[in-house]
């Protein structure tokens, strides 16, 4: 199983701005995704940026221009810089991971991180 081990979040003023970081470890052949989530309260969870293994990165149309997801392949961590945040980005962000082990593919989720912005 692969373990993800999250940080970074906390309260900001709207127009602030945090960094969420995403640890993966286990036994990983392949990294084929790693990306955000999140969820608000009474709402689904809904994808916020993704990284792929051909190194094409997508995001939700609310997060575009003020996210960035990044990846340091040598530590296998993935980055979510978040950019004038607003009170609609308030949620409890997850990470995810879709790896191959060995032949085997298998998916993981981060404990959540909370986010909260503040008008």
């Known amino acids: 199983q692969v373990q993800l081990v999250e940080s970074g979040g906390g309260l900001v003023q709207a127009g602030g701005s945090l960094r969420l970081s995403c640890a993966a470890s286990?036994?990983?052949?392949?990294?084929?995704?790693m990306g955000w989530y999140r969820q608000a309260p009474g709402k689904q969870r809904e994808l916020v940026a993704q990284w792929t293994v051909s190194g094409s990165t997508n995001y939700a149309d609310s997060v575009k221009g003020r996210f960035t997801i990044s990846r340091d392949g040598a530590k296998n961590t993935v980055y979510l810089q978040m950019n004038s945040l607003i009170p609609e980005d308030t949620a409890v962000y997850y990470c995810y991971i879709n790896v191959h082990q060995g032949f085997r593919v298998s998916e993981s989720w981060g404990q959540g991180t909370q986010v909260t912005v503040s008008s």
């Open positions: 286990g036994s990983i052949f392949i990294t084929n995704t």
